[in-house]
């Protein structure tokens, strides 16, 4: 029987994993699917269903015993911590928090539960929703919240595992991320801006404190940015607990962050806990260049974290973008060279604790979704678990498999890398259109990974084209260079990169190429709309039109500090935005943008479509808004179906 086609409608009900737990000894994995949390038990197949009948049921972990599974459930009243024991089947609830809990931690004594919950100071009530905001400094808005004056805070909680009261940890207007405990189940470790002026608010320290109400704090770094964001590592204790690991930015000393500047290596750092030095442990190498990966395509791996260290603390294992692959890694915690544990074309997202040698791995592949699998990090062997996502989909329907290559840079520079995905039921001496797609960022890269997207056009007829132009991470710090990203460069590598992939590939109509892309990708839409005659129609999504308009209503608000004026800094953010160019667009032109995009403001979309009609009253060109949708597709079933059909009709139409 011949396998359906993937549709755009499959987006829609795509299912995603929420996180996993492993039990090596047993051989039994607790993990949150679409249809709540199950324990599978890996000898036999053999599921249970756990559930204390709440909503977005989740972080179901075992206790360092195995005897019992915390998880979290959703009521009207809040979302609740909840214990199950495995053998009497019990469910008793152990918190009444209002408001989520996130990222619940069993101590390594398996007697006290550290989680974190956004809580206002107290005695401080968060302001109604309809109430006036009162603004007297930046950071007064964020995409996804909307607009609000800063009430409510990442605080740090701990319950004891036999129940009693909760403990509220912290407290203060600033955030405690990224929590761990210390070795001795007494002291928590966690990222925090509580020592940081307020302008440096992606500047965490690494905190070590007592597990009580208003207990001792001890900042162990100073001057240094521990890493929060995008892409976090959890701070991890040493067996002995005389030191913490933790990745930090390789970032100038006083330098601010900010939306010009190329975002940093990452590096891993051994923290003494008796105030001696830290000393760096990883240096990169031709075959990793920093700790972190920053994976475009790969929505997957929530629930996991992106570090861990081995049974014996000699080890410590990361992931690394390289070379469009998420690999993992090891290195030793005394320091030394870096061992490549598992480096497949495929994306690992995420790695559980390791037991034994073993770990589970969350991953994905280019013609299949996120499942688990049981990693040995002694020999990179991999064991399958039969847990994995969207199983209907992959059992019933046939994807396509892309095709990579590199290419050269014009200006010697460096490499392009990409994929060419061909179109589904491809017949022998035809031509297809194809769809060039860009990624967003710029520094996120693709990868070896699944996107249903693309395969959804690729069985609508289309090749799809996707690349890693100068600006994406993965390729070494020459290549990642933002200014790369912004200076025509990278427009080049994806001029370059379509040419290659239509002289490779006879079957691509090189008169019929279309491009899209979101947040950069739309931006990049724009400026080759504005720039070059290459394409036949473009799809622009959540896009950057027009700087002044990000300058200002972005919430990544932008600065004039490097100008003589104002006057003359307004004069350059117009000559550096597509808008300034409409009158260039000739073809065929979709907008597609959320009215609560607060990243890229959705008043560019409505400028770059006033400024294309103003200039070519007879150009095919369309609008289309999303209402409550933020900077991303629209999550409303309804609205994505609509939202994909729209992309799909355009390109039929033109391409």
């Known amino acids: ?386 847990i994995q996502s969207a199983e209907e989909l992959v059992r019933n329907a046939a994807f396509s498999q892309p095709e990579n290559f590199f290419v050269n840079t014009l200006d010697g520079d460096g490499r392009i890398h990409g994929w060419v995905m061909p179109p589904q039921r491809r017949e022998g001496g035809k031509r297809y259109p194809a769809i060039l797609y860009i990624h967003g960022g710029p520094h996120p890269f693709y990868t070896y990974g699944f996107t249903l997207e693309h395969q959804c056009f690729a069985a609508a007829g289309f090749a799809v084209l996707y690349c890693n132009p100068r600006g994406s991470s993965g390729y070494g710090k020459a290549h990642q260079d933002i200014r790369k990203a912004f200076d025509g460069r990278a427009y080049e590598d994806c001029l370059q990169f379509v040419d290659e992939a239509c002289r490779r590939f006879p079957w691509i109509d090189p008169d019929r190429i279309g491009v899209t892309g979101g947040s950069y990708g739309g931006y990049m839409t724009n400026y080759m709309a504005t720039h070059c005659r290459r394409f036949r129609a473009y799809v622009s999504q959540r896009s950057v039109v027009n700087q002044l308009i990000s300058y200002a209503s972005s919430d990544m608000q932008g600065s004039s500090k490097k100008y003589g004026n104002f006057e003359e800094f307004m004069i350059a953010q117009l000559k550096d935005s597509p808008v300034s160019y409409a009158e260039r667009i000739d073809r065929p032109f979709l907008i597609l943008h959320g009215t609560d995009d607060l990243r890229t403001p959705v008043e560019g979309a409505h400028q770059l479509f006033v400024a294309i009609k103003d200039t070519h009253p007879d150009l095919p060109v369309r609008m289309v808004l999303y209402p409550h949708t933020g900077h991303d597709q629209p999550s409303n079933p309804k609205q994505q179906k609509h939202y994909y059909h729209e992309m799909l009709n355009w390109f039929r139409t033109y391409l």
């Open 1 to 386: 029987m011949e396998k359906r086609l993937p549709e755009f409608d499959d987006l829609i009900q795509l299912e995603r994993f929420r996180g996993a737990d492993y039990r090596e000894a047993e051989e039994l994995v607790v993990y949150t699917s679409a249809s709540g949390i199950r324990l599978r038990h890996l000898r036999s197949g053999r599921e249970e269903r756990i559930t204390a009948g709440g909503r977005r049921e989740g972080n179901a972990r075992f206790s360092p015993d195995g005897s019992r599974i915390l998880f979290t459930s959703g009521f009207a009243d809040g979302q609740k911590l909840f214990l199950y024991d495995r053998e009497t089947k019990s469910i008793r609830p152990l918190t009444t928090m209002q408001g989520p809990i996130t990222e619940p931690i069993w101590s390594p004594d398996g007697a006290k539960i550290l989680f974190a919950s956004p809580s206002g100071e107290r005695g401080e009530r968060r302001a109604h929703r309809d109430s006036a905001v009162v603004i007297e400094d930046f950071g007064y808005k964020f995409d996804g919240m909307g607009f609000y004056t800063p009430t409510s805070f990442l605080q740090l909680f701990v319950v004891a595992a036999d129940g009693g009261e909760t403990i509220r940890v912290t407290d203060g207007k600033c955030n405690f991320m990224h929590h761990n405990w210390a070795s001795d189940s007494r002291h928590i470790l966690c990222c925090s801006n509580l020592f940081r002026a307020k302008e440096e608010s992606l500047g965490m320290d690494l905190l070590y404190m007592e597990a009580k109400e208003q207990g001792e704090i001890r900042q162990l770094t100073q001057g240094v940015w521990l890493v929060s964001y995008p892409n976090p590592l959890r701070p991890i204790p040493t067996p002995d607990g005389k030191a913490v690991l933790a990745g930090i930015l390789d970032f100038p000393a006083g330098q601010k962050m900010t939306d010009t500047t190329t975002y940093p290596e990452v590096y891993l750092y051994k923290i003494p806990l008796d105030g001696s030095e830290m000393e760096r442990i990883f240096f990169p190498d031709d075959s990793c260049y920093q700790c972190v990966q920053f994976p475009y395509n790969a929505a997957c791996g929530w629930g996991f974290d992106r570090v861990q260290l081995s049974d014996d603390g000699q080890e410590i294992f990361f992931h690394g973008g390289w070379q469009g692959r998420t690999v993992l890694y090891g290195l030793p915690t005394e320091g030394g060279a870096v061992r490549t544990v598992l480096n497949e074309p495929f994306a690992v997202h995420g790695i559980g604790t390791v037991q034994n040698g073993k770990a589970l791995l969350a991953i994905s592949s280019e013609t299949r979704p996120e499942r688990y699998v049981i990693l040995d990090t002694r020999s990179g062997n991999l064991q399958e678990t039969g």
